[in-house]
């Protein structure tokens, strides 16, 4: 069994108050291990080492020799992959196919596809004329923020993390990182790699602990915090939000979603019906771009339930480390129950299960897990909870329509603007659609595909800001204004 403690300073500590909380397995409610609780004096610790470290060594080293530490974080992932993929996976009770293709790699590859992206960091320079005809030099130059607070999720925990981690270290940040509750693992399993490789004490801090009330609020509110970096629920993120405004802190929020993929009748169906699968089953339907309405033009609507439901019906549950399993449980009993009450819900809508809409029979232990049906509902209004709420499991509502402006407005019918897939071989009706959707994210004729370098972000209430290649270098750093008269 683990102890998970909080990584402050470069060091493990355990919390002043002795508290601790229970790490379960969502497979079968088994005890992982016991996590130590922060509170306030573990955030206050954290932060005064991470002020600490940009005074020394971290604040004036090149770029160039961050880059290179950072590599090494990279490489030290790889180095104890397995060990990522266990904890990961303990964590979750993801499939180990997934999250050796998708988590840990990412993970790695978070800290060196930034470790490079800052050797190119550019910033615009103007020559000046004046009035004595002498002229001024006017530039901008980059400066890191300072004290970075990430708060993370627990549905792709190493990614999601180390996605703002790598950038906010590679500008030259440093960070104190409040993991979820409900995946404590790899972050401190990463903070073992920071000392490793050399990455020097303060610079990257873990503080574990519960959001509201607990290490989550307390970071939030610290004036310590120069910005806030967080990636979860769109009401967390408004909450986040009152704090920040205190000290008039920016902050960078990757939100929920309410995703719907376009199906026209002239797509690849084949192909169509492959992405949809992925896009509304893959880790259990607990992905922020996940699809969850699914809009079909009315030619194929009959067609394309059939094939979903299908292919949904092929889907095996079951636990990590069997290979031909598809979806593992959800993250917990607490989840299960809320996709289980979208689950009731939909009954008392009227909706027609095409298939699922339960919980499925597990073996022995399993029984006890957060494990739900894969599910497809059809027959709903556009007013209903299953319709317009985010569930994050794995389900979707399919939908017939009759013409492109119709979908689009239904489509965009939602306080939400994550991501969106249109499935056409149409080239003039996917540019002309992808140009009309309010998402910060159009896939068209695919799902989940995306150079690292490119904007990530949400529209409406999916977020605030952009990351990803210049843009993570952008909220990482703040533009000073140079002016030099010659
Ligand atoms: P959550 O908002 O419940 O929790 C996320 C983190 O915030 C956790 O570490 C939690 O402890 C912390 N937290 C909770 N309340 C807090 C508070 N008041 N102050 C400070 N911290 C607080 O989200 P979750 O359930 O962990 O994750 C699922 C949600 O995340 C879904 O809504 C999903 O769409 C969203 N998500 C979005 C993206 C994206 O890129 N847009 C990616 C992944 C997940």
Not at 198 to 205: D, E, M, R, W, Y
Not at 345 to 357: L, M, N
């Amino acid at each position: 069994m683990g102890e998970f403690k909080h990584f402050i300073n470069g060091a493990f500590v355990s919390s002043a108050s002795g508290k601790t909380f229970e790490n379960r397995s969502p497979v079968d409610l088994s005890l992982i291990g016991m996590v130590h609780e922060g509170g306030e004096a573990e955030i206050d610790a954290a932060v005064s080492a991470a002020r600490g470290a940009l005074d020394g060594e971290w604040g004036s080293m090149a770029t160039a020799k961050r880059s290179e530490l950072l590599h090494a974080v990279a490489a030290g992932i790889n180095r104890r992959f397995d060990e990522f993929l266990d904890a990961e996976i303990a964590d979750t009770g993801k499939p180990r196919s997934l999250a050796s293709h998708i988590d840990i790699p990412r993970g790695a590859a978070n800290f060196s596809v930034f470790a490079d992206a800052v050797k190119g960091e550019a910033t615009e320079s103007f020559h000046l004329d004046t009035p004595d005809g002498t002229g001024a030099l006017n530039y901008a130059i980059r400066v890191p923020k300072g004290v970075i607070g990430v708060i993370s999720p627990w549905n792709l925990p190493l990614l999601l993390m180390t996605w703002k981690v790598g950038p906010a270290l590679a500008c030259g940040n440093t960070v104190v990182v409040k993991p979820s509750e409900e995946t404590p693992a790899t972050t401190t399993l990463l903070g073992e790699v920071m000392n490793e490789v050399g990455i020097p004490a303060g610079v990257f801090n873990v503080v574990h602990g519960f959001g509201s009330n607990s290490a989550g609020e307390f970071l939030t509110r610290h004036p310590g915090v120069d910005a806030i970096t967080f990636t979860g629920e769109t009401r967390t993120g408004e909450a986040i939000m009152r704090e920040a405004a205190v000290g008039v802190r920016d902050v960078s929020f990757e939100l929920g979603g309410k995703n719907p993929a376009l199906i026209f009748a002239d797509c690849d169906l084949d192909k169509a019906i492959e992405g949809t699968m992925r896009s509304v089953f893959a880790n259990c339907g607990q992905v922020c771009l996940g699809t969850e309405r699914v809009y079909v033009e009315r030619p194929i609507f009959d067609e394309f339930v059939a094939r979903l439901k299908a292919a949904a019906e092929k889907l095996k549950l079951g636990a990590p480390d069997d290979d031909s399993v598809n979806l593992g449980p959800l993250i917990s009993k607490e989840h299960q129950e809320k996709v289980l009450s979208y689950y009731e819900k939909a009954k008392i809508e009227g909706a027609i299960v095409i298939t699922g809409g339960g919980v499925p029979d597990m073996p022995g232990e399993q029984a006890n897990g957060a494990w739900v049906e894969p599910t497809i509902w059809t027959g709903l209004g556009e007013n209903s909870a299953i319709v317009r709420e985010e569930i994050f499991g794995p389900c979707c509502h399919i939908q017939p329509f009759d013409a492109e402006d119709e979908v689009v407005r239904l489509a965009n019918e939602t306080p939400y603007g994550l991501a969106c897939a249109i499935w056409t071989e149409n080239l003039s009706r996917a540019h002309r659609v992808a140009s009309k959707m309010e998402a910060g994210i159009i896939w068209v004729n695919s799902w989940f595909l995306r150079d690292l370098r490119t904007p990530f972000g949400g529209s409406k209430q999916s977020g605030i800001g952009r990351e990803g290649g210049v843009h993570s270098l952008e909220f990482y750093t703040e533009l000073r204004n140079v002016c030099i008269k010659l």
